[in-house]
């Protein structure tokens, strides 16, 4: 089980999770400093350590829209948050899928600050208001990525694929 | 079964003779782009190799391209160690579709790709930038993939995980009233299909007003497909595009284009006639917040900023030098310029828009991404409001959180310019 520390609206979009002016910063060591780095609040409570790893973050709709910038991803694996999201935009989605973020889509998911909720195989259940929410599953493609732990594991394990492949073993 | 246009592109970059949405391919890339965010994307790509025993090597240094805009000249020391390593990394790796920080060949990668003639009908284009769905314009499957997918592509010359997404049919027809143009019909649509419309969902744009449109354009409506979420927006290359790399961007033989199937499927179609269009405006904080201008006529503006990937070409340029010249900007707001490449800047020149705007009071800043996301300059007070022909308003975008950010068409800009709060520049007409 884990605790909802913070709930964020529809459409929150890369340029609130990461600003723009951090983006010289990419190593993922130094993104989460500027998570949230606008919303005084969230990034207050990230940075007083309030925030325990597998704590939750409930986005709405539309979660990391606008730009490609994986600092957006990093910064928030870095606090080891789980994220629960309504729906999240195309690109943050697969960033999340390269870099193993903890990212759970549920359409419709509700809860609020202080909420106990926990996954449980194909769904997420709010256990404070005892409702249950489907979870979108990954297209098999993406699940292959997270299966190999990342796409940087699962690059190098193509890599080795073609390697292997003139060698004509088959 | 018939396809779409980005199913025949996907096809044939799978070797796959048909495909469908919801399949899942791996296209060979045939252009990977990236700006300073090369850096990081350096970074993830040693990573793979590391533990390998290999050496690090980029499959086809010849279709990689790195321009650098969203940070030039750099503004701190970071910005340049990174600019710094980046022009390390393409001398060692001989990678020659590298445009620095110059006068003569630099600007943002939107721009400086399709008018090099690099973009070409039917290829497969990634970047790392989210605006990459631009290069759509040119009958392309262009999409922004993030720093460590770059990666992927630089080491396998693929595309790993890439599911064919399904197609919402545009149709534009309509005669644009003077004063209104792309811009206006992209915010439109944007408002009406909303923020996440397309999303995971490719746009195709038809009908008789995009087969009239310049590619100048057809770059802004693609340019902004990835407002509505969308994988990539695109116009089915025909004589414009063909005329376009021929004249514009030096390509003697281009590929033919590649037209949908008549019975190709689409999910969703949308009708549009641009003949009652009036200016658009897309309000703070999201793109979809999209009122007509009459709505917020007389808004104080303190900063106006036309440039950007989306509405910093010659024509965007041209429209607003037609508007100011012999004008002034209101004492009571700043205007910003910001030409999208070397190429449009020295044009602009020639043809004396420069003169124009400066004479005007507007300030003219070097070909680049510039104010558009608030890490560079041109950044807002707290409380300030920006009308900008840039592509995002979203909270914090221009480099202050407590900043608003008004999107709208290069005309509008330069009318509101003269007055200092939003103006309808069809006032008079």
């Not at chain 2, 110059?102 to 003639?117: M, N, T």
């Not at chain 2, 709505?295 to 508007?323: F, M, P, Y």
């Not at chain 2, 009071?361 to 041109?378: D, R, T, Y």
Request: net charge neutral; with cysteine.
């Amino acid at each position: 089980m884990a605790k909802v520390v913070y709930t964020i609206e529809n459409d929150i979009s890369t340029d609130v999770i990461y600003p723009g002016r951090f983006m010289a910063t990419v190593l993922p060591s130094e993104t989460p400093a500027f998570a949230f780095a606008d919303d005084a609040t969230f990034n207050g409570m990230l940075k007083a350590k309030q925030v325990p790893p597998g704590s939750v973050l409930v986005a709405g709709e539309n979660f990391g829209c606008g730009s490609s910038r994986e600092q957006a991803v990093s910064t928030l694996k870095g606090h080891e948050l789980l994220i629960i999201a309504r729906s999240v935009a195309r690109i943050f989605m697969q960033n999340a899928v390269n870099l193993g973020l903890n990212l759970v889509v549920a359409p419709g998911f509700e809860a609020a600050q202080g909420d106990e909720v926990e996954v449980r195989g194909e769904e997420v259940v709010n256990v404070t208001t005892g409702k249950k929410f489907p979870i979108e599953k990954l297209p098999r493609a993406r699940q292959a990525i997270v299966d190999a732990g990342g796409l940087i594991a699962y690059t190098r394990k193509r890599m080795a694929e073609q390697a292997s492949a003139p060698a004509g073993r088959g | 079964m018939g396809m779409t246009v980005v199913e025949k592109i996907l096809a044939r970059a799978s070797g796959q003779t048909s495909v469908k949405a919801g399949d899942v391919l791996e296209p060979r890339v045939d252009l990977a782009m990236s700006h300073e965010n090369a850096a990081l994307v350096i970074n993830q790509f040693l990573e793979i190799y590391k533990e390998t025993g290999k050496d690090a090597r980029v499959w086809d240094p010849s279709r990689v391209a790195i321009v650098f805009d969203h940070r030039v000249p750099a503004e701190s020391a970071k910005t340049a160690t990174n600019q710094k390593k980046v022009r390390e990394f393409v001398a060692r790796h001989m990678i020659s579709k590298f445009h620095d920080i110059r006068g003569d060949r630099g600007g943002i990668c939107h721009q400086v790709l399709p008018e090099s003639g690099y973009v070409l009908p039917g290829a497969v284009v990634v970047g790392t930038d989210s605006h990459t769905t631009s290069h759509g314009a040119l009958g392309a499957f262009a999409f922004g993939i993030g720093a460590t997918e770059m990666a992927s592509v630089w080491t396998l010359g693929f595309a790993v995980n890439v599911e064919v997404p399904a197609t919402i049919k545009v149709e534009v027809t309509g005669e644009f009233a003077p004063m209104v143009g792309p811009k206006d019909l992209i915010l439109h649509l944007i408002g009406t299909i909303s923020a996440q419309g397309a999303n995971f969902r490719a746009i195709e744009f038809h009908g008789e007003t995009i087969r009239r449109m310049p590619t100048s354009g057809r770059l802004v409506i693609c340019n902004m497909s990835v407002e509505a979420g969308a994988t990539a927006g695109i116009v089915p290359a025909d004589d414009e595009t063909l005329r376009y790399l021929r004249e514009e961007a030096g390509v003697a033989n281009p590929p033919a284009p590649v037209q949908p199937d008549p019975d190709a499927t689409y999910v969703q179609v949308v009708k549009i006639d641009v003949s009652t269009l009036t200016p658009q405006i897309a309000c703070p904080h999201t793109v979809d917040n999209v009122k007509p201008i009459a709505e917020v006529v007389g808004t104080k503006v303190h900063q106006i900023v036309i440039g950007s990937c989306t509405n910093g070409r010659l024509d965007d340029i041209a429209a607003a030098a037609g508007i100011l010249r012999g004008k002034k900007v209101s004492e009571n707001t700043r205007m910003l310029v910001f030409p999208a490449s070397s190429r449009v800047y020295q044009r602009a020149l020639d043809a004396g828009y420069i003169t124009d705007l400066v004479k005007a009071g507007a300030v003219v800043m070097n070909p680049g991404c510039g104010p558009c996301l608030g890490v560079h300059e041109g950044a807002l007070g707290d409380g300030e409001t920006a009308l900008s022909t840039t592509n995002r308003n979203f909270k914090g975008r221009m480099g202050n959180p407590t900043g608003a950010v008004y999107l709208c068409s290069p005309a509008v800009a330069a009318a509101s310019a003269v007055e200092g709060v939003i103006t309808d520049p069809r006032k008079g007409a």
